[in-house]
């Protein structure tokens, strides 16, 4: 009885470091009209709203905030973005405290959002978000 529990030991653990030691996975078979990863173009961004997804998806703290509306009153999270040389520039902002009569507090990042994707943060401002 020992034994067996002594080889059921041995072959369980010599099955777990064969698996995490990477040693025979399957990988799937790739589909040979499919241009080796280093030879597909990167993304190329091309429009400011393009830009500004990419912003956003980029950091969870950004997540559902939409387009600045000069007409909405209580906006207080909000993006916008344009066109730049060789890029765009995003700006987001986290606003809170009574947004209603314009928000008291605000935080705000700037983004340069190059075509092929490539974020640089260009500037950070404005009072610690809370509970950060």
């Given at each position: 009885?020992?034994?067996?529990?002594?080889?059921?030991?041995?072959?369980?653990l010599?099955?777990?470091?064969?698996?995490?030691s990477?040693?025979?996975?399957?990988?799937?078979?790739?589909?040979?009209s499919?241009p080796?990863?280093?030879t597909?173009?990167?993304?190329?961004?091309?429009?400011p709203?393009?830009?500004?997804?990419?912003?956003?998806?980029?950091?969870p703290?950004?997540a559902?905030?939409?387009?600045?509306?000069?007409?909405?009153?209580?906006?207080?999270?909000?993006?916008?973005?344009?066109?730049?040389?060789?890029g765009y520039?995003v700006?987001?902002?986290?606003?809170?405290?009574?947004?209603?009569?314009?928000?008291?507090?605000?935080?705000d990042?700037?983004?340069d959002?190059?075509?092929?994707?490539?974020?640089?943060?260009v500037?950070?401002?404005?009072?610690?978000?809370?509970?950060?």
């Amino acid at each position: 009885m020992k034994t067996s529990r002594s080889l059921l030991a041995i072959v369980v653990l010599s099955f777990g470091l064969s698996a995490c030691s990477g040693g025979t996975v399957p990988t799937p078979p790739s589909n040979p009209s499919d241009p080796p990863p280093s030879t597909r173009p990167a993304p190329t961004i091309g429009s400011p709203e393009e830009a500004a997804a990419l912003v956003i998806a980029a950091d969870p703290r950004f997540a559902g905030i939409t387009r600045k509306d000069p007409n909405l009153i209580g906006q207080g999270s909000w993006w916008q973005a344009e066109a730049r040389d060789g890029g765009y520039r995003v700006q987001v902002q986290i606003g809170w405290g009574d947004c209603p009569a314009g928000c008291i507090n605000r935080h705000d990042w700037i983004f340069d959002v190059a075509v092929d994707g490539t974020l640089t943060l260009v500037e950070e401002s404005g009072e610690p978000l809370p509970g950060a």
